[in-house]
């Protein structure tokens, strides 16, 4: 039995030659209607788009096998009626390489093919956790000497502050944490910046009017 889409959701399956953002809830079927946009662009029969030419990125690499498997039966069935038409049987011997895959897989891709237009090394590989951990220390360690040695008051104080002055550990924590909160934004410079510029103020009224300052008021 096919599925039966909503009016919205028949929309954006139909809707060509512009952009379009759909924002829905979990579960409320934005694969599904993903998938069928994406079968009704190949299965067109007067402009039909090759599968290998489109780009469909997701999070996930359980998402990513989903879609191209319900691509391929619905690819399957068409065949089953038509198993001499010739866009139909290409498309299913292009799927195998078509671009249906994760954010971070598509950017290796990409970065595989054209890794002497940045001057990288074809030997390249991709770091596992434990290492990106280990790079991620060495890289505060030597960020920490560098300040103790330029010896910043500013700096001092701030280690005298998160640490009493016992150890660095509790320093490095507080700054990993924040490293990897500021991560989850799209743009982490900008959003620490912006957080800066919150705990600045002129006098003691300007304090008062800062919004971490009136949330700290009221608990």
Same mark, same amino acid.
């Given at each position: 039995?096919? #599925? *039966? +889409? $909503?009016?919205?959701?028949?929309?954006?399956?139909?809707? =060509?030659? %512009?952009?379009?953002?759909?924002?829905?809830? /979990?579960?409320?079927?934005?694969?599904?209607?993903?998938?069928?946009?994406?079968?009704?662009?190949?299965?067109?029969?007067?402009?039909?788009?090759?599968?290998?030419?489109?780009?469909? #990125? *997701? +999070? $996930?690499?359980?998402?990513?096998?989903?879609?191209?498997? =319900?691509? %391929?039966?619905?690819?399957?069935?068409?065949? /089953?009626?038509?198993?001499?038409?010739?866009?139909?049987?290409?498309?299913?011997?292009?799927?195998?390489?078509?671009?249906?895959?994760?954010?971070?897989?598509?950017?290796?891709?990409?970065?595989?093919?054209?890794?002497?237009?940045?001057?990288?090394?074809?030997?390249?590989?991709?770091?596992?956790?434990?290492?990106?951990?280990?790079?991620?220390?060495?890289?505060?360690?030597?960020?920490?000497?560098?300040?103790?040695?330029?010896?910043?008051?500013?700096?001092?104080?701030?280690?005298?502050?998160?640490?009493?002055?016992?150890?660095?550990?509790?320093?490095?924590?507080?700054?990993?944490?924040?490293?990897?909160?500021?991560?989850?934004?799209?743009?982490?410079?900008?959003?620490?910046?912006?957080?800066?510029?919150?705990?600045?103020?002129?006098?003691?009224?300007?304090?008062?009017?800062?919004?971490?300052?009136?949330?700290?008021?009221?608990?």
């Amino acid at each position: 039995m096919g #599925v *039966t +889409f $909503t009016k919205e959701q028949q929309q954006v399956i139909d809707l =060509r030659n %512009r952009n379009l953002l759909v924002s829905a809830a /979990a579960g409320s079927g934005k694969t599904a209607v993903l998938v069928e946009r994406i079968i009704q662009m190949i299965l067109n029969k007067e402009h039909p788009v090759d599968i290998d030419r489109l780009l469909v #990125v *997701t +999070f $996930t690499n359980a998402a990513a096998a989903e879609m191209r498997e =319900r691509i %391929r039966q619905a690819i399957d069935r068409e065949l /089953a009626v038509d198993p001499f038409n010739g866009h139909l049987q290409k498309q299913a011997a292009l799927l195998h390489k078509a671009q249906i895959t994760t954010i971070d897989s598509f950017c290796l891709f990409v970065i595989r093919n054209h890794f002497h237009e940045i001057g990288l090394d074809p030997g390249f590989r991709v770091a596992d956790e434990g290492e990106l951990k280990l790079l991620q220390q060495d890289t505060l360690n030597e960020l920490l000497e560098q300040e103790y040695d330029a010896a910043d008051p500013k700096f001092l104080q701030c280690v005298e502050y998160f640490t009493g002055g016992s150890n660095d550990r509790l320093l490095m924590q507080y700054i990993e944490k924040l490293h990897d909160f500021a991560e989850s934004y799209p743009w982490p410079e900008d959003w620490l910046l912006g957080c800066m510029e919150d705990y600045k103020a002129a006098d003691v009224e300007e304090l008062n009017g800062t919004q971490w300052c009136r949330y700290l008021t009221h608990i």
